[in-house]
Every structure is written in C-alpha cells, then in structure tokens.
C-alpha cells in the first residue's frame, strides 16, 4: 500500500485528537460504563472524520476506503478499546449499505447527519439465539399498508443506549434464509422500542444494549435497498468491519508492545532489568515481528478491496489473526508487568479485558475459519457467506 501525504496529515489528525480529546477522559468514561458519543461524535463530525469515504454530497470527504482505514489504525491510539469500537460503528458498520443502497431521501435524512455527527447510530443484527449464525435471525417485519411493523429482540448491540438510529436486519418475508430478510432504517425514539443495558467485562465506556421491538411501526420507505437483499447487504457491510478490526488492532498491539519494552527496561528483578532478560526481548521481538505481519496482510487487503476485488478471504483472515494476536499480546505483555499487570488500572490489563471481544464480535474466529476453508476448497456443503 503507498501512502500520500494526505494519508499522513489524515493519521496526525485522528492522533492529535486521540490523545487531547479522549485520553484525558477514558479513566472517567470506563468507571460510567458509557462515554458521551453525541458529544465525541460531534467532535469527529466537524473534522469531517466520520464520513471519510462517503460522497460529499452528503457531507463526507470522497475519499477511497484506505483513509477509512488510516483512520481505524489511528483510533488505537486511544487508551481503551470500547471508544473506538463505537466510533467505528458509525463509520463503518452501520452505514456502508445505507450510502451504498439507500433511497435518496433515506441518505438525506439519516446519512448525512451521522457524518456530521449530530445522531449516532448503531447496527441491528445479532440476537439472543442468533450471533455469527445472522441466518437465524427471528425478528421479523410485516407489511402494513404503508409501515413495517417490527417485533423481536437484538443483542450486544454497541451505541444501542445513546443511538438515534439503527440500521436492523430482520426477516420481512417467508423464503429462504438467506433472501427474506431487509435493513431497515429505525428510529430509535419510536413506540414500542425498550432497551436494557448489558454489563459486560471489557469494553466498558462503549454502552451495549439488548432492545426489545413490540409492535414498532416504521414507514415502508426506510428500507434500504430492494426488499429480501439484507443479507447480502450486511455481508457486504461485514467486509468492511471486518477490515476495520483488523486495521484498529495494529496501534494498540504496538503500544502494548512499546509500554511493556518501557516498563520492563526500568523494573529490577535479581540486579538487572525484565528486559535484560533473553526470553522477554526475544518474545517481544517475535509479538513485534507478528505484528508487522499482520500490519501487511491487512494493508494488502485494503490495496485489493479499493482496486474492487472481492477480499473475502483476506478480510477473514486478517480479521481471525487480529484476534488471535490481540489476545497473544496482551497475555504476553501482561506476564511481563508483573503484579502490576493483574491491577485493573494497568494499560495492558484493560487490553487484556477489552481484546478478548476481537475474536467474537463481527464473526467468530470458526466462522473466519469456517469462510477462509470455503475459499481453500476444503469443506464440502453450505458454509456461512
């Protein structure tokens, strides 16, 4: 991947803003278990950074999704995984398919204002019974006239609390899985919509829902694209945010590295530092060198998926090696700090808890190795798209 000079000023930026914006208020944002993202979201609109890839027509910049990315790996440098995980729900999770497929209006109403950060909204896809199986979704709409009426329940939904808006995957026909189901654009101040707060054991300034729908009526206009094409529109969108965790990762995993080489080079154990010892330098050196690596794999995927090839087998891989090598680093890192890194308060326990998400959320690592053997041509039959 060749970066520009505008790749670099787009990084400095994202930076600059992470460590005077954010940084100073993570320890507050993580002891409320939410932080105020129509706040931050604001922020991030008025620098034009939550919609970087979308037309400007719509108050984004028109840039290629590479920047998006240079802006994903820029948020690692905010000191707890649960900000930038919600931020990148706006950016990358919850909008592509409405820029993509959605109507005119529906851009006009609910796009334009997530780029410039005056709503927040989040994603609708996983249930109580259905998480990475997003076939088996149970949510469904029916046709009323002129209105959805929306009945079900979804899970683990990030900005759920705050949100203004979701972008819901339900069931709104009668067919075949994978071809009845439809993105709806939902209000979330409508009749009808509870939300309860899930607790969780990492990730805590990014608020987490389940929401109950019961009877909510939204009007038949807010689906985004043709009817029975929501699957294939979230696979779509998958891609992306599959790419977007895999390009968040590489900061973090290089400042866990860069604070334990700190740490381990001042702490005295027997007359001499942690780091003098070859076990701790040659392991980080290998975690540096695997970092490096994935560093590549998910630059060569995002070169390949702006030069509009289909990069489903990359995305999944970067993404599976990204979790796998989140929670190495920190466990690694951790054994290094000592005591200090079983205190809660420790840079490299608050990665230890907030990394564990990466290889469940956005599809498990066995469905990354489920969709990476359907590509290998090594197992027969239906696999998950």
Same mark, same amino acid.
């Not at 930026?13 to 002891?31: D, G, I, M, S, Y």
């Not at 469904?140 to 939904?157: H, L, N, S």
């Not at 308060?345 to 230890?352: K, L, R, T, V």
């Given at each position: 991947?060749?970066? !520009?000079?505008?790749?670099? /000023?787009?990084?400095?930026?994202v930076t600059?803003?992470?460590?005077?914006?954010?940084?100073?208020?993570?320890a507050?944002?993580? #002891?409320?278990?939410?932080f105020?993202?129509?706040?931050?979201?604001? /922020?991030?609109?008025?620098?034009g950074?939550?919609?970087?890839? $979308?037309?400007?027509?719509?108050?984004?910049?028109?840039l290629?999704?590479?920047?998006?990315?240079?802006?994903?790996?820029a948020?690692?440098?905010?000191?707890?995984?649960?900000v930038?995980?919600?931020?990148?729900?706006?950016?990358?999770?919850? !909008?592509?398919?409405?820029?993509?497929?959605?109507?005119?209006?529906? @851009?006009?109403?609910?796009?334009?204002?997530?780029?410039?950060?005056?709503?927040?909204?989040?994603?609708?896809?996983?249930?109580?019974?259905?998480?990475?199986?997003?076939? #088996?979704?149970?949510?469904?709409?029916?046709?009323?006239?002129?209105?959805?009426?929306?009945?079900?329940?979804?899970?683990?939904?990030?900005?759920?609390?705050?949100?203004?808006?979701?972008?819901?995957?339900?069931? !709104?026909? %009668?067919?075949?899985?994978?071809?009845?189901?439809?993105?709806?654009v939902?209000?979330?101040?409508?009749?009808?919509?509870?939300?309860?707060?899930?607790?969780?054991?990492?990730?805590?300034?990014?608020?987490?829902?389940?929401?109950?729908f019961?009877?909510?009526?939204?009007?038949?206009?807010?689906?985004?694209?043709?009817?029975?094409?929501?699957?294939?529109?979230?696979?779509?969108?998958? /891609?992306?945010?599959?790419l977007?965790? #895999?390009?968040?990762?590489?900061?973090?995993? %290089?400042?866990?590295?860069d604070?334990?080489?700190?740490?381990?080079?001042?702490r005295?154990?027997?007359?001499?530092?942690?780091?003098?010892?070859?076990v701790?330098h040659?392991?980080?050196?290998?975690?540096?060198?695997?970092v490096? #690596?994935?560093?590549?794999?998910?630059?060569?995927?995002?070169?390949? $998926?702006?030069?509009?090839? %289909?990069?489903?087998?990359?995305?999944?891989?970067?993404?599976?090696k990204?979790?796998?090598l989140?929670?190495?680093?920190?466990d690694?890192?951790?054994? $290094?700090?000592?005591?200090?890194?079983?205190t809660?308060?420790?840079?490299?326990?608050?990665? $230890?808890?907030d990394?564990?998400?990466?290889?469940?959320?956005a599809?498990?690592d066995?469905?990354?190795?489920?969709?990476?053997? @359907?590509?290998?041509?090594?197992?027969?039959?239906?696999?998950?798209?």
């Amino acid at each position: 991947m060749q970066f !520009t000079e505008q790749h670099t /000023q787009l990084r400095e930026t994202v930076t600059r803003f992470c460590q005077k914006e954010l940084n100073p208020h993570v320890a507050e944002w993580e #002891a409320a278990e939410q932080f105020p993202s129509h706040r931050v979201f604001k /922020q991030l609109g008025d620098l034009g950074l939550l919609g970087i890839k $979308y037309d400007p027509a719509y108050g984004g910049l028109g840039l290629d999704f590479s920047y998006s990315m240079v802006m994903a790996e820029a948020l690692g440098e905010i000191n707890c995984g649960g900000v930038p995980m919600a931020i990148g729900v706006q950016t990358d999770m919850c !909008t592509p398919a409405l820029a993509r497929f959605g109507s005119e209006e529906l @851009k006009r109403e609910w796009l334009a204002p997530s780029i410039a950060g005056d709503v927040v909204g989040c994603i609708g896809v996983s249930e109580p019974g259905a998480g990475s199986d997003v076939a #088996a979704i149970t949510t469904r709409a029916r046709a009323d006239g002129d209105e959805w009426v929306i009945d079900g329940a979804k899970m683990w939904i990030t900005n759920g609390l705050q949100a203004d808006w979701c972008c819901l995957l339900v069931n !709104t026909g %009668d067919g075949p899985a994978h071809k009845n189901k439809s993105l709806i654009v939902v209000p979330m101040d409508r009749p009808g919509i509870t939300k309860q707060k899930i607790h969780k054991i990492g990730m805590h300034s990014s608020d987490t829902a389940q929401l109950f729908f019961d009877g909510v009526r939204v009007p038949r206009r807010h689906t985004i694209g043709a009817e029975g094409q929501g699957f294939m529109f979230q696979m779509m969108q998958f /891609q992306e945010e599959r790419l977007w965790g #895999a390009a968040a990762a590489l900061r973090t995993l %290089d400042r866990l590295i860069d604070q334990t080489i700190a740490y381990a080079r001042e702490r005295q154990v027997f007359g001499r530092s942690v780091l003098a010892n070859q076990v701790v330098h040659f392991r980080l050196a290998e975690l540096r060198t695997e970092v490096e #690596a994935l560093r590549a794999l998910t630059w060569c995927a995002v070169e390949r $998926y702006v030069g509009g090839e %289909d990069v489903t087998r990359l995305a999944s891989m970067a993404k599976l090696k990204a979790g796998r090598l989140t929670r190495e680093v920190a466990d690694a890192c951790l054994q $290094y700090w000592g005591g200090m890194g079983f205190t809660r308060d420790n840079p490299i326990s608050q990665a $230890y808890r907030d990394g564990r998400l990466s290889s469940i959320g956005a599809g498990a690592d066995e469905i990354m190795l489920t969709i990476i053997c @359907k590509h290998e041509g090594t197992l027969p039959g239906r696999l998950p798209a």
